[in-house]
C-alpha cells in the first residue's frame, strides 16, 4: 500500500486540527512544513502527498511556496491541498495547480475547510459557540476528504467571486509581510518567558539578554507569536490591544515546536 504523507503550516493551530484528522484517517504521516524546509527528504514513490494550509488574502503562505519550490512531486501518486479560512472564499486552486506541476505532479484535488477566524489586526476571532460549530463542521468535511484521499479521488474546489477579488491583493501582501513585524510592539506586560521565540515558524525573534525582542524582518505573517503569548504582550497597533487572541483549544507550544522540528 503506498504510504500518504501530509505536510502542514499553522499558526494558530487551525491547520493542524484538519491535517491531524486527515492523516488519523488516511494513516498518514504528519511533517511540518518549516521542519521540512530544514531537513528536506524525497517523497516515497507512488506517495500521497497533502499539503494543508491557512488561505492568505485568496493564496498561500509565503513559507508553503516555497517548499513547494523546494521539493519534487514527480514521484508522488497523488497530490491535494486543503486551506483552512476564517471566510468562504475557496481554494486556490490556479495557483496550487501551477506550483504542483511545476514540482513535477499534477493538482489531483483541492478542497477548503472554514475554521475560526484569527487575523486579529482586522477583526476579533468568532464566539465560542460560533468556534465550536465549526469545529464540528470542519471534523466532518476532514473526514470526507480523507476518505476521498484514500480513494484518490479527483476533486477541485476553486475561488468564489469575493475570493478572485481578494486575490488581487495577494502579491502586494505576501510582499509586505517579511517586514511586517516592525508593526509589532511588545508591552511592560512581558515576563520574558521566551515562548514567543518558540513558537515562530521562521526563527524571527530573538529575545537579548536584556529582556529587548529582535525582529528579524522574515516575518510568515501567522502571528503565532501574538496569540500564544501568555500575557497578550505582543500587539500590532491599538486594535489589538482590545481583541482576544485565539489558538485552537487543541493546540499547544509543544505543537508549534514540534513543526520547526524542535
Known sequence: MNPTIIYYFTGTGN???????????????????????????????????GI?????????????????????LADAGYVFFV?????????????ISRLAKAAGHELNASWWIQMPDNYIPLSAP???PEQKKMFEDAKNKAAAIAQA??????????????GKLMGLAYGPFIKS????????????NCTKCGICVSVCPA??????????HEWLHQCEGCLACLHYCPEEAINIGKKTELRPR?????????????????
Open 15 to 49: 491547520s493542524l486540527a484538519v491535517a491531524r484528522k486527515i492523516a488519523e484517517d488516511t494513516n498518514a504521516e504528519l511533517i511540518g512544513i518549516p521542519a521540512a524546509l530544514k531537513n528536506p527528504r524525497p517523497i516515497p514513490k507512488g506517495a500521497s502527498v
Open 52 to 72: 494543508v494550509y491557512p488561505l492568505y488574502a485568496g493564496g498561500l503562505p509565503g513559507i508553503v511556496v516555497r517548499f513547494l519550490k523546494s521539493i519534487s
Open 83 to 95: 486551506a483552512t479560512e476564517g471566510g468562504r472564499m475557496g481554494a486556490p486552486t490556479s495557483q
Open 126 to 128: 468568532p464566539a465560542v
Open 149 to 162: 484521499v484514500n480513494n484518490r479521488q479527483e476533486h477541485k474546489e476553486g475561488m468564489c467571486f469575493s
Open 177 to 188: 509581510l517579511p517586514a511586517s513585524d516592525k508593526k509589532f510592539t511588545v508591552s511592560a
Open 203 to 212: 526563527d524571527n525573534i530573538r529575545l537579548h539578554e536584556h529582556g529587548k
Open 246 to 262: 485565539y489558538r485552537h483549544p487543541k493546540s499547544a507550544v509543544s505543537d508549534m515546536k514540534q513543526q520547526k522540528g524542535d
